[in-house]
Nanobody, 115 residues
Framework: QVQVVESGGGLVQAGGSLRLSCVAS????????MGWYRQAPGKQRELVAG???????NYADSVKGRFTISRGNAKNTVYLQMNSLKPEDTAVYYC?????????WGQGTQVTVSS
């Protein structure tokens, strides 16, 4: 059994910053990859940023230079530092923990950026 729990969302003004945290726990020792996705109302869920167990990262073009994904010292922990937030970043942000081609999802955390 695996649990994925996100935290750190909230309401922030445009130009502000937020830091999201994700912890994956359970029967899997270490996930191959972890990532952040987001889904805005009426839109499909999209990849925001991902990181592999080796530390390779990838970002959506829309967040490059503003968001940074990183792994924590604790096992199966990942963060998303979001700077220079824009109203179009408003969405529910989900953490995904992947192993052997299967991904486990958290419940999501709301990020709202006001203009």
């Amino acid at each position: 059994q695996v649990q994925v729990v996100e935290s750190g969302g909230g309401l922030v003004q445009a130009g502000g910053s937020l830091r999201l945290s994700c912890v994956a726990s359970g029967t899997i020792f270490r996930f191959n990859s972890m990532g952040w996705y987001r889904q805005a109302p009426g839109k499909q869920r999209e990849l925001v940023a991902g990181i592999t167990s080796g530390g390779s990262t990838n970002y959506a073009d829309s967040v490059k230079g503003r968001f940074t994904i990183s792994r924590g010292n604790a096992k199966n922990t990942v963060y998303l530092q979001m700077n220079s937030l824009k109203p179009e970043d408003t969405a529910v942000y989900y953490c995904n923990a992947g192993v052997n081609g299967y991904g486990y999802w958290g419940q999501g955390t709301q990020v709202t950026v006001s203009s």
